[in-house]
């Protein structure tokens, strides 16, 4: 069983910036790509960032803005946001692969609003 608990969300004024970690913990015995989504009220999941071995994508929308980042160390993700507009406020969740099966958060709330 992995565990994945994110942190860093809060409440942030257009054009600023958050940085959200995601912390793997548990039954890792090689965690191969791990990224970021998110959900708005009313809206489907979409992808937002991954990251496998030296490899990054990014959703269209966050591209120039966002970065993800990996410490294989410890087993974390992060998700550098700046530039931060209304429309990012969602829910926004870590995700883990590891032997065919797909790791959750719980999720962190980021509100972009002034």
């Known amino acids: 069983q992995v565990q994945l608990v994110e942190s860093g969300g809060g409440l942030v004024q257009p054009g600023g910036s958050l940085r959200l970690s995601c912390a793997a913990s548990?039954?890792?015995?090689?965690?191969?790509?791990m990224g970021w989504y998110r959900q708005a009220p009313g809206k489907q999941r979409e992808l937002v960032a991954t990251v496998t071995g030296g490899t990054t994508n990014y959703a269209d929308s966050v591209k120039g803005r966002f970065t993800i980042s990996r410490d294989n160390a410890k087993n974390t993700v992060y998700l550098q946001m700046n530039s931060l507009k209304p429309e990012d406020t969602a829910v926004y969740y870590c995700?883990?692969?590891?032997?065919?099966?797909?790791?959750w958060g719980q999720g962190t709330q980021v509100t972009v609003s002034s």
């Open positions: 995700t883990g692969h590891q032997g065919g099966v797909n790791y």
């Open positions: 548990g039954s890792i015995f090689r965690l191969y790509a």
